[in-house]
C-alpha cells in the first residue's frame, strides 16, 4: 500500500527531514560544481595542450560515458547492498580526478582524469536522487526539485569560478576544487548518519527499502510511455550539449568575446537551469508530470530557434529562456519514470541520469566532428530544432489521477 500522510503529519515530517534534504542538495550542488569544471575548461585545456575539436568532442564523451554507463550499475548494485557512505565514495573519486586534469600532460592522462570525475558523478546521482526520494515525506516532486537544484547551482557556478580562478591564473589551478571534493564529505555527514539508522531500522525490521507498490499501468502502456521518455531524453539533451560543451566556443567565435565573458555567458544559461528545475518538479506535483514536460521541453524550441540569428545580448536572453524550459523537464521526467516502475528507485534513477549523461557524451563527440568539418554556426542552426521532438509527450499517459494499489 502506499503510505498516506495527512496534511499536517507531511508538514510536521517534512520539517524534520528538511535538514537532510538540504544536505543532500548541497552535496549534488558540490558535485556538479566539480562535474562542470570538465566542460568550462575546455576552452583552457584546448588552448594549453593544442587540441581540435574532435578531440575535445573525445574527451566530452568519456567523461559522459563514464558518468552514464555505470549510473544504473551503481544504481542496481546499492539497490541491493546499499551502503550508507557511498556519497563520500563518490568526493574521494571526484577529487583524484580533477587533482590529475590539473597536471595532465597528454591526451591520454586527460583521458583517464575526465573518466575518474565522471565515475565519481556516477555515484552521487543514483544514490542522493534515491535518498531523497526515501526522505521526502511524500513530497516528492519538492524534494526531487530541491536535490536537482542544487545540482543546477552548482553547475551554474562552476564555469564562474573556473573564469575566475582557473582561465586567469592556468590549468594547475584546478587543484583549487579539489578542496570542494573535501567540504562535499563534511556536509554529507549527516545524510550517512540518517542513512546509516534508515538502513538499520529495515534491516531490524526485516523490510524491504521502499514499500511494495503496483505498477500504475500495463507492461504494454509502460514500456511505451518509457519508449517516449526515451525520445524526449534525446530531445532534451542533444540541445543542452550544444549549449553546455560549445557555448563557450560559439559566443567566442560568433561575437568576438574573451573566454572570461564566454564563461560569464555560460553561468547565466546554466544559472537559468537551476531555476528552471526549482519550478518544474512543484509543479508536476499539482498539474502532473505529464503536462510539465510537454510544456517545458515544446517550449524551448521559440528560444532555441531564435538564439543563432540574435545579437549578443538577445544571444544571453534566448539562453536564459531555452536553459530555464528546458531544465524543467527533468525532475517530471524522472519522477514519472519513478512512478512507472515505484519500486526500482535507484535502478530508474541510475538509468536516467545516465541514459542523460549517455546522450549527452555521444551528441557532444558527434558535434565536436561537424563544428570541426562545418563550423559552429551552421551547428547551432541545426541544433536549434531539436527541442521540436518535444511534440511526442502529448502521447504520455497521465499519470496524475491513477492510484498505487
Known sequence: MQQSYTGGEVSATL??????LLALGACHLLNDLMQSVVSASYPIIKQDLGLSFSQIGVLSLIYQLAA??????????FDKHPVSRSLNIASLLTLVGLLMMAYSDSLLSLMFSVFMVGLGSAVVHPEASRITSLASAGHRGFAQSLFQVGGNVGSSAGPLLVALIVATRGRSYIAWFCLFALLAIVVSRPVCRWYAGFLGQMRSEHRRMTPVRRR????????????????????????MASLSNYYTFYAIEHFGVSIQASQV???????????GTMVGGPVGDKI?????????????????????????????????????????????????????????????????????????????????????????EKVYAFCAYTPLFGMVAAFLPNLKNVRYA
Open 15 to 20: 520539517r524534520k527531514q528538511m535538514p537532510i
Open 68 to 77: 552514464s554507463v555505470f549510473q544504473p550499475v551503481v544504481g542496481y548494485v
Open 216 to 239: 500504475p499501468l500495463s507492461v504494454g502502456k509502460t514500456s511505451f510511455a518509457l519508449v517516449v521518455i526515451t525520445i524526449l531524453i534525446f530531445s532534451k539533451y542533444i540541445y
Open 265 to 275: 555567458m555560460l553561468f547565466v544559461f546554466l544559472l537559468s537551469t537551476a531555476v
Open 288 to 376: 502532473g508530470r505529464k503536462y510539465v514536460i510537454w510544456i517545458s521541453i515544446l517550449g524551448t524550441a521559440p528560444f532555441s530557434l531564435l538564439l543563432p540569428h540574435v545579437g549578443l545580448v538577445a544571444t544571453v536572453c534566448m539562453s536564459f529562456g531555452a536553459g530555464f524550459m528546458l531544465s524543467s523537464a527533468f525532475p517530471a521526467i524522472l519522477l514519472y519514470a519513478q512512478e512507472l516502475l515505484p519500486n526500482k528507485l535507484g535502478l530508474i534513477s541510475g538509468l536516467f541520469y545516465g541514459f542523460a549523461f549517455g546522450v549527452a557524451g555521444i551528441a557532444s563527440a558527434i558535434l565536436g566532428h561537424f563544428v570541426d568539418t562545418c563550423g559552429i
